[in-house]
């Protein structure tokens, strides 16, 4: 399997979110920066392919400035072959899919990961996108892959359950948790990704389909009202009262 | 000219998550002065003019055909496009569900349309394009984003906007549709998890964590879920123990869920949990520790003993049910 792993470089799950004073990014300061979790299911499903058959190849994508090299040798540390980083400022998620598809045109991978969506912008929109400008077949929140023979067999979670699909390769997969195990990347690991080769393409042209004007923090909350818990009934008659039992 | 909503139809029938989409896409064809035109695929149960009139659909383009009875996003992408093509619709709504996040980026592609995903409220016009508030940082923030395209494609968050009758005279159209395309994905089954209320759909949902002990002690929480109708979630450790199934894990890394009331028990409340919850309207935190983090986003509080607690409150549904009947 020759499988592309594009991965979001993402604040650590336990940032706390501060936005810049004009309101236009997030506050940097203090923010450690790690792969997308759902990019990482994918990630090492795609390194498990490879062990199984000891055959094809991995190569993680990252669509950002020069900071985001750590964050790509980290996914060389876990089990990637190749790292390619495209030079650019990752403006919306039009512009991020139109730089993905334009590198993987013509290198017939087999798999195309992302995870099911970054956690910054929670916007599931790249992987449908890179799917259409690449005419492939899209299975979105996949909790399971497996291959039979040249099918692949996928289960995609939807409301209360799931469906099995096969599909023919190539086939665009968006990842979440049950299709693989996140893995910490061992020391030989480590020493391996700094000799593994990283390349930088410039971006082709693309402009974005919306802009942020600003973020803010949604409101906080009004405060708590403590019931004992000898009087816990007492909480049904509150909330059957506010309509919302 | 009007506005386009895609009314999902899940084996058979428009559900709360499609409506709530048409009553954001209603109030936005207000705006723009527009009518509200909805696109149906696949065989319905009932006339779907029906429930969609209720909801202010002036005219529903419903194709009535059986192989659209499963989702499939490369054939509905062009199915609705073609539509929007014919029509000159600038602006398509949709709910951010599991098949809405499948088919609102494709759709975005091929008609190189502006795609907002995860809307809470109604966009406002702006002279270069619209302005529109979406969920970001997984919950933690909001972004208003602005446009850039002719068309506009837009996905509602779920539970963020309501539902609103706004009775209209609606008539159907039969449609076909003429494309020819063999789908290398097929669908051989579709397993059904859980019997119970969806998590993603319910008003209610109560959640539990370690402080449970164990997989057999879910009972009470269960009992409470069944009482009310309310659907079942846990936290991530919670599932990876295998206490409970991998789709109720509610949280950063598993499902995000906005629900009416959501009741967290024995749950600390780390941020990862939070950053999938913490879209609900109003959180009940049952803890036996005064510090637990997850008191500071609650609206009510109960410090003590989930074991001693939950059965209280049980005992007061029922006679709450019994009150009622
Ligand atoms: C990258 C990453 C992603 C993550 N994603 C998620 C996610 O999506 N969802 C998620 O939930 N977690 C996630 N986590 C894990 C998260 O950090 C916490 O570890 C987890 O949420 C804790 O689960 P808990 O509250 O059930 O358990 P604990 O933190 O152990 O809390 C148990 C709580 O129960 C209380 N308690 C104990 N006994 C009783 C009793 N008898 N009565 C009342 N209260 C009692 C305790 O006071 C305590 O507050 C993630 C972690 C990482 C690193
Ligand atoms: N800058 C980026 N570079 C490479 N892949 C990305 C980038 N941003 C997002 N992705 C991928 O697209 C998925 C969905 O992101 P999003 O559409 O932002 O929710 C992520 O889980 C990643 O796999």
Redesign the interface.
């Known amino acids: 399997m020759k499988s592309l792993v594009c991965i979001s470089h993402v ?1 650590d ?5 501060k ?1 810049t004073d004009d309101g236009k990014s ?1 506050d940097t300061s203090g923010v450690t920066f790690i792969i997308g ?2 990019d990482e299911y994918g990630l090492v499903r795609a390194i498990e392919f490879k062990e199984q058959t000891g055959e094809g190849s991995v190569t993680v994508l990252c669509v950002g400035g020069s900071q985001v090299e750590p964050t790509l040798r980290k996914a060389l540390a876990i089990g990637a072959d190749s790292a390619v980083r495209i030079d650019a400022n990752p403006l919306d ?2 512009f991020v ?1 139109k730089q993905i598809s334009d590198y993987a045109r013509g290198k017939e991978f087999d798999f195309i990961f992302f995870g ?1 969506e970054s ?11 890179v ?3 690449l005419d492939l ?5 996949a ?1 399971h892959l497996e291959m039979d023979g040249d099918t692949a067999i996928l ?14 390769t190539p ?1 665009v997969v968006s990842c ?3 299709i693989s195990e996140w893995r910490i990347p061992n020391m030989r690991g480590i020493m391996m990704a700094k000799r593994k080769p990283m390349e930088v393409c410039s971006a082709t042209e693309g ?12 409101p906080p ?2 405060g ?6 000898e009087d ?9 009262d ?1 309509g ?2 | 000219m009007a506005v386009l909503v895609f009314a999902e139809n ?1 084996q058979g029938r428009i559900k709360k998550g499609a409506l709530e989409a048409v009553s954001y896409a209603y109030a936005f064809a207000e705006l723009l002065g527009e009518d509200l035109e909805a696109v149906v695929l696949g065989e319905t149960d009932s006339n779907p003019s029906e429930t969609l009139g209720r909801y202010g659909v002036k005219k529903v383009f419903h194709y009535d055909d059986a192989d659209l009875n499963d989702f499939n ?2 054939l509905f ?1 062009a199915i609705v496009a073609d539509l929007v093509k014919e029509e000159e619709i600038p602006v398509i709504v949709m709910a ?4 809405g ?6 759709l ?3 008609l ?7 809307a809470v409220q109604c966009p406002v016009k702006d002279d270069n394009g619209f ?1 529109v508030r979406r ?15 002719d068309t506009v494609i837009i996905s509602v968050k779920k539970n963020s906007f309501g539902l609103n009758v706004n009775e209209a005279d609606c008539e159907v159209e039969e449609v076909e549709y003429d494309i020819d395309m063999t ?14 209320v ?1 998590i ?2 319910a008003d ?1 949902v109560i959640s539990g964590g370690r402080g449970f002990k164990g997989p057999e002690n879910w009972g009470i929480l269960e009992e409470f879920a069944e009482a ?1 109708g309310a659907g079942t979630a846990c936290s991530k450790p919670v599932s990876d123990m295998d206490w409970r199934p ?2 109720e ?1 509610v949280g ?3 499902i ?1 869920i906005a629900p ?2 959501y009741i967290a028990v024995g749950i600390s409340g780390a ?2 949990h939070l ?1 999938g919850v ?1 879209s609900s309207k ?5 803890n036996k520790d005064p510090e637990a983090p997850f ?11 989930l074991f ?3 059965p ?2 049980n ?3 029922r ?2 049910k019994a009150s009622q009947a």
Do not use: W
């Open positions: 604040p799950t336990t940032t706390k979110i936005y997030l979790p759902y998620g039009m899919a099911k956690i910054d912008h929670n916007a599931s929109e790249v992987p449908g996108m799917a259409e400008y077949p899209f299975v979105s929140q909790i289960h995609r979670e939807i409301d209360g359950g799931y469906e099995v699909l096969h599909s023919s086939v979440q948790k049950g402009a974005v389909a919306v802009s942020t004007e600003r973020f803010e923090l949604p909350k009004s708590c009202i403590y019931i004992a818990p816990a009934g007492s909480l049904v008659e509150m909330l059957a506010k919302l039992l | 899940s996003d490369q992408t951010q569900s599991y098949d996040k499948a088919l609102a980026p494709r975005a592609a091929r190189d349309a502006a795609l907002v995903s995860g302005t969920s970001a940082n997984s919950g933690k923030g909001i972004e208003t984003v602005l446009t850039h395209r789908s290398s994905i097929k669908i051989v089954e579709r397993v059904q998890t859980t019997s119970k969806s993603t759909e209610i009310v991998h789709h894990h950063q890394t598993g995000q009416n009331l941020i990862q950053a913490n109003n959180i009940v935190v049952i008191f500071k986003h609650a609206d009510y509080g109960i410090i003590g003993d001693e607690v939950l209280k409150i005992e007061a549904v006679k709450h």
